[in-house]
Nanobody, 125 residues
Framework: QVQLVESGGGVVQAGGSLRLSCAAS????????MGWFRQAPGTERELIAA????????YYADSVKGRFTISRDNAKNTVYLQMNSLKPEDTAVYYC??????????????????WGQGTQVTVSS
């Protein structure tokens, strides 16, 4: 199975940018579709971006479309989430998650198989 570790979270002012990374180990990333989720206090964990095993197909939630970009480097076993034009409402814990390549990747959080520990993103106004 794969292990996932996120990094890159922090505190940023509104309008700023952050890039999150999710490093995979244990099994090659190419075997997995990947998703980025976030969860703010008192809310459910939501899928905000995902891509398939090759990176050729992507999904974005309406709330981040045009501001966030998911990408992956299978040679480095790493998935990225570039976040631009950040807003205070983007404040949340961000998680990366993996699902085998042969399964759909635009699914709810309960259907993803492997998870990182999460990284906090705080956007100040």
């Amino acid at each position: 199975q794969v292990q996932l570790v996120e990094s890159g979270g922090g505190v940023v002012q509104a309008g700023g940018s952050l890039r999150l990374s999710c490093a995979a180990s244990g099994r090659a990333l190419i075997n997995y579709n990947m998703g980025w989720f976030r969860q703010a206090p008192g809310t459910e964990r939501e899928l905000i971006a995902a891509n398939n095993w090759s990176g050729g197909s992507t999904y974005y939630a309406d709330s981040v479309k045009g501001r966030f970009t998911i990408s992956r480097d299978n040679a480095k076993n790493t998935v990225y989430l570039q976040m631009n034009s950040l807003k205070p409402e983007d404040t949340a814990v961000y998680y990366c998650a993996a699902r085998p390549y042969y399964k759909a990747y635009v699914v709810e959080s309960g259907s993803y198989d492997y998870w990182g520990q999460g990284t906090q993103v705080t956007v100040s106004s």
